[in-house]
């Protein structure tokens, strides 16, 4: 798995997630100092959460 950083140049937050990449704050700022490993748990941990906010965006608002 690639370690490539994963913006896009769309750094628009929900709470402290990117809807971008799916990273947090802490994430982004911590991107250049983490280790490969930790870098490749951050992408599959950021996946997951652009698909939770995909999901969520589809619920009609009351």
């Given at each position: 798995m690639s370690?490539?950083?994963p913006c896009i140049?769309?750094?628009?937050f929900d709470?402290?997630?990117c809807l971008g990449c799916g990273r947090s704050?802490?994430?982004i700022k911590s991107w250049k100092k983490m280790e490969?490993?930790?870098k490749r748990s951050v992408l599959?941990?950021?996946a997951l959460r652009l698909i939770k906010l995909k999901g969520a965006s589809?619920?009609?608002k009351k």
């Open positions: 370690t490539k950083n140049s769309l750094c628009k709470e402290e997630i704050k802490r994430e490969k490993d930790e599959a941990e950021s589809r619920r009609k």
